[in-house]
């Protein structure tokens, strides 16, 4: 059994359709915490670290054998809590940050809102130093893309972030940072490879979960 930390609950049918796909017959258990986010978005992730770490703890409960973090703002802080948690904590943007370095030193993030931008840009820097790679990194917030998500219209908050990444002509690879912009990914046109961390995220904590 996989257990998910979200912080949207729009996230979960995204997550058990992807499970439906590549990973039949895998147990998710869904734990949405949309209190989180609103306030690392005001105060910053570390100031809700102990509440990160209690809401993992009640995740990893009953038989989990991994926790996903779907959220790019608290992965960070997610991850520094694993130690405490019993179980493998995976933060969902890994794989594609890993994969973003992979593509090239040139790479974009797009993000719906301001709090995942520093979170993310430190990821790919780790990844990069992981990989003794070079890389540049460019960030963007996408106006109004996270109000549309809010209020639920999340094919108008797409429809934002693919217009956003048509845009960038100079990258090796557009990473887009937020699970939640998962979908713009089918919508884009631009030849620049688009990464979105839904997928691989979710298969790596399958083969956390065992």
């Known amino acids: 059994m996989l257990a998910l930390l979200h912080t949207s609950a729009l996230h ?23 209190e989180l986010l609103a306030r690392a978005r005001g105060e910053g992730p570390d100031a809700v670290a102990p509440q990160v770490a ?19 703002t608290i992965g960070e802080v997610a991850e520094r809590a694993a130690g405490r948690i019993g179980v493998p904590v995976v933060r969902c943007d890994r794989p594609m940050a890993a994969q973003a370095v992979a593509a090239g030193p040139r790479v974009t993030v797009l993000a719906t809102v301001e709090s995942t931008l520093a979170p993310t ?14 890389v ?8 109004d893309a996270w109000t549309r998500f809010e209020a639920g219209d999340v094919e108008g908050c797409a429809r934002l972030v693919a217009a956003a990444a048509d845009t960038v002509t100079d990258a090796d690879v557009i990473v887009l940072a937020q699970a939640s ?19 691989p995220g979710l298969a790596a904590a399958a083969r956390a979960a065992g």
């Open 136 to 143: 540049r990194v460019r960030t963007q917030v996408v106006p």
């Open 54 to 72: 209690a809401a993992l703890e009640r995740a990893a409960a009953d038989g989990v054998r991994a926790v996903l973090c779907t959220c790019s």
């Open 12 to 34: 979960v049918p995204v997550f058990d359709a992807l499970r439906d796909e590549d990973h039949p017959g895998l147990e998710l258990r869904h734990l949405v915490t949309p």
């Open 181 to 199: 912009m998962a979908g713009a990914q089918r919508l884009t046109t631009t030849a620049v490879p688009v990464l979105s961390s839904p997928r």
């Open 121 to 134: 840009l430190t990821l790919i820097e780790d990844e990069a130093r992981r990989a003794h790679r070079p």
